[in-house]
């Protein structure tokens, strides 16, 4: 399974961005997909999980900024950036998991910078 990631870029304080992932390779639906992020000096972090059933899991952080959302029936999660501010910046991984396997993405840079 191949997570494709795609959406970073720059962004303005206040800003918004909205970041796409899509899995390729699987014939089944996976459990949970979402995002991690790693900012330069620090360890990886998650930001948000959603279930297949949509439940979904927030950092503090990302709760009342971040929106994640994904496709009914497809293995493709989406992740809704507003309000980003400098500590944002970041290279944000997509992550997969399927039962006892986990999957990541190649991740995609966000820069919150004026």
């Known amino acids: 399974v191949q997570l494709q990631a795609s959406g970073g870029g720059l962004a303005r304080p206040g800003g918004s961005l909205r970041l796409s992932c899509v899995a390729s390779?699987?014939?089944?639906?996976?459990?949970?997909m979402g995002w991690y992020r790693q900012a330069p000096g620090k360890q990886r972090e998650m930001v948000a999980l959603?279930?297949?059933?949509?439940?979904?899991k927030f950092a503090d952080f990302a709760k009342g900024r971040f929106q994640i959302s994904r496709l009914n029936g497809k293995n493709s999660v989406y992740l809704r950036m507003i309000t980003l501010e400098p500590e944002d910046t970041a290279v944000y991984y997509c992550?997969?998991?399927?039962?006892?396997?986990?999957?990541w993405g190649q991740g995609t840079l966000v820069t919150v910078s004026s």
């Open positions: 992550y997969g998991q399927h039962q006892s396997s986990i999957y």
């Open positions: 390779g699987s014939d089944f639906i996976i459990d949970v």
């Open positions: 959603l279930d297949d059933t949509g439940n979904a």
